[in-house]
C-alpha cells in the first residue's frame, strides 16, 4: 500500500517518489516499513512475462484487421521489452512488444 506524502529532509540530494505515477509495473527491491519514503532505487521494472507462459498477443494492420492468439513466451520481458513467443499450433516463432502482464502486440 503506497501512501502519497510530503518529504521534509534536510539532505536535498535524496530523492523520494511523492505520487503514484510511473510506478505502474514495478516491484520494490527490498521490504518497506510502514511509512518509509519509497526512493528510486527501492523499485525495479518488473517481470510481466516469464518463460513458459502463455501470453496474448494481438497483432494489427494500418487498414484495421486485428488478430489475437495465444502464444508461449520464449524469455522473460519486462514493459516495452521484446519477446519472442512461440505460436503452439504451427510452431512457428513470432516476435512481440510487452504492454502490460501477460499482453504482448506484435511487431
Known sequence: MFEPGMITSRDRSQRYYMEFGGLEF????RNIQAGEPLRPGDVRPALLVRRGQSVILTVSSSG???VTLRAEAQNDARMGEQVQLKNPESGRTLGGIVTGKGTARGM
Not at 514495478?26 to 527491491?29: F, I
Open 64 to 66: 484495421g484487421l486485428q
Open 26 to 29: 514495478n516491484e520494490l527491491t
